[in-house]
Structure formats: structure tokens, C-alpha cells
């Protein structure tokens, strides 16, 4: 069983801001991200956490992320927003725009965001869950750089590009759908290997698209679509949303997430925000209620965001309990 030590929501935030300050990165662009760092913890996904900071240590000091940008906000059209991340960290520039869309979906009934040269945004259900907590019905977009050959294909052309929904509730949002194109996560293949443990088959295939349970295998073949054709078409939606549509790179041109290997990915997000009530003539409410009954009333069955919701919970009354390894790799970064 690996070492881990538990921490804290505020400790976690707080290390990986100092990690990220250290590296490089300013206060403005170093605590959106420490924020984030601390929720996905919180919310059990380890691979986007506490484990991601040492690999934006690194970018910051080859220059894949300029720890310095400052992200541009326009407003081309009445509901429409772009946000130029400037090659700094996205959830900097997600912040900049998320204090203008909020308040112009509420004005218009709905209201659009691009975010263009930009980086990982981390956990997209993170963000969408912030504008279902606004009240709003959020749906999300980012690319990312090809990991996923096309049905028929085994070269990479699309990322594993997740795409998510957050849906507002009477007491918070009430639904969390937050989904890569890919079976799981790159991060989860990256963290198995940085861990030298093998991946369950199914999960990436070896250069020729044939299945492995070698993770390092995986890292230099392809992540394996969920559904088949379907996770391409998935794939090939969000990079239309995050990355054509937002005048961000295409994942075939991006480089790598991971390694220093290239200059700034360039990668990009959409965002979508709507006034639930407007759109349905106050009905949404109801019908949510009765859509979310209808598997309540299951025994067993839950609905996408339980889990994260409960491990939220958890994490807020008792902490996180953190790989020891983890721990000791950001150590270095702070000396």
C-alpha cells in the first residue's frame, strides 16, 4: 500500500500555490489554479490534482505556460465573450470570462465563451459545476492534443477531448455528466506509469492499435475511444466546439500536455450558460425533479456526480490523504 498523508482542502490549496509560485507563476495566475488543484482532490480525482502539479512546475519553467499572462477579455457580439488565455494557465483565463458570463447569460437567457491559447483547464466538470451553482445550465468543451486515432485508423488526430454538463437543483446543481471521448482519462494512463503499475486492457493501444496493458506502451500508441466510433464522434464534436469554433489549435498541432517537449499547446475551451428557467417556461425545475426521482427511486442506481458530490463531503470533514510520492516530488519543486 503506497504512503499517503492526509491534508487538508485549505493545506492542499495552499501548497500547490506555493508549488506554482515557485515555479514561476504570479498570484494571479498561480491560485485559480491552486483552487481548483484543492477541489479535485476534494472531489476523489487525484490524477488532475496534487499529482499535476510538478508536470505545471515544469511547463512553467520551459515555458509551456507563461506564469506572467495576463488573459484578454472581448465581447464581439451581445451574447458571445472570447477570452485570449495568452498562453497562460487556462483557469485563469476561465475566471476572467466566467465573471462576464454569469451575469450576461442571467441578462440574455443565454451566453457563449471561447477561450483561445490556452492550456488544461484540469477537471472540466469543475468549471461547468460553478456556473449550475450560478443557477445556470452549463455545458463545457476543451481539447486537447491528439491522443485518439479515427475509427479505422491508428495514428492520433483528436484528444480525449471531455465534454460536460452540470445541471442546476433546488439545493446546488442537481447533475454532473463530465466525460472524455477516451474509455479513461491520459492522466490515469500518465499516473500508472509514472507508478510503473500496468493499465486494465481496453484502456490504450500499442502504436499498430492493438490493445495494451503497458501504460508507456499506451503513452506512444493511442488512447482507446469509449463506445468505438462513438467516443471518435464525441472526439471530433469537441474539437469542432473547443478548438475550430474557439480559434484555438487543433490537437493534431498541439503539443503535448505533458513533458517539455514544444512550445505552448495553444489548446482551447467553449463554454455554454442558460437560464434554465427562460428557456423552459419555468418548467425545468419540475422536470428535473422527476427525471432525478426516477433513478433515485432505483435501488442502486445514481446519477453522474454522486460520487464526487459524496467524496466532496468527505473531503471537507476529513481531508485528503495525498501519495506520500506526491508530496515529496512537490517538496523539490519548493527546495
Known amino acids: ?35 481548483a488543484t ?5 472531489d476523489g480525482v487525484a490524477s488532475h490534482g496534487l499529482a499535476y502539479i510538478p508536470i505545471y512546475a515544469e511547463h512553467l519553467v520551459c515555458g509551456k ?38 451575469p450576461l447569460a442571467r441578462e440574455q437567457g443565454v451566453a457563449a465563451m471561447t477561450v483561445c491559447n490556452s492550456y ?19 455545458l463545457g468543451f476543451t481539447n486537447a ?23 442546476p ?52 500508441g493511442s488512447m482507446a475511444p469509449s463506445g468505438g466510433y462513438k467516443g471518435v464522434g464525441i472526439a471530433l464534436i469537441t474539437e469542432v466546439m473547443a478548438a475550430a469554433l474557439a480559434g484555438a489549435t487543433l490537437g493534431i498541432d498541439a503539443s503535448p500536455f505533458s513533458g517539455p517537449i514544444g512550445g505552448p499547446p495553444r489548446t482551447g475551451q467553449f463554454f455554454l450558460a442558460v437560464d434554465p428557467d427562460a428557456a ?11 427525471l432525478v426521482s426516477a433513478v433515485r427511486a432505483q435501488d442502486g442506481a445514481h446519477l453522474p456526480g454522486d460520487g464526487r458530490a459524496s467524496a466532496r463531503a468527505r473531503a471537507a470533514k476529513h481531508g485528503v490523504a495525498v501519495s506520500q510520492a506526491t508530496l515529496d516530488r512537490i517538496a523539490a519543486i519548493l527546495g
Open 1 to 35: 500500500m503506497p504512503e499517503t498523508k492526509t491534508l487538508t482542502l485549505a493545506q492542499i490549496e495552499d501548497l500547490a500555490f506555493r508549488a506554482l509560485t515557485a515555479a514561476g507563476a504570479t498570484e494571479a495566475q498561480a491560485r485559480p489554479l491552486a483552487r
Open 38 to 42: 484543492a477541489a479535485t482532490e476534494a
Open 65 to 102: 505556460v507563461d506564469g506572467a499572462a495576463v488573459p484578454v477579455l472581448d465581447h464581439p457580439k451581445p451574447a458571445l465573450l472570447r477570452v485570449d488565455a495568452a498562453t497562460g494557465f487556462a483557469h485563469t483565463a476561465i475566471d476572467l470570462g466566467f465573471a462576464a458570463l454569469i
Open 120 to 138: 488544461n483547464c484540469g477537471v472540466l466538470g469543475y468549471h461547468t459545476l460553478r456556473l449550475a451553482a450560478a443557477g445556470l445550465l452549463g
Open 145 to 167: 492534443p491528439a491522443s485518439i486515432a479515427p475509427s479505422g485508423g491508428a495514428r492520433p488526430v483528436v484528444g480525449t477531448n471531455p465534454v460536460s454538463l452540470a445541471v
Open 169 to 220: 437543483g433546488p439545493d446546488g446543481p442537481s447533475i454532473l455528466i463530465d466525460q472524455s471521448a477516451s474509455t479513461i482519462a491520459k492522466s490515469e494512463v500518465m499516473k500508472h506509469a509514472r507508478e510503473n503499475r500496468p493499465i486494465p486492457e481496453g484502456w490504450a493501444l500499442d502504436p499498430d492499435g492493438q490493445p495494451t496493458t503497458d501504460p508507456a506502451v499506451g503513452l506512444t
Open 280 to 290: 423552459s417556461g419555468g418548467g425545468f425545475a419540475a422536470r428535473i425533479a422527476d
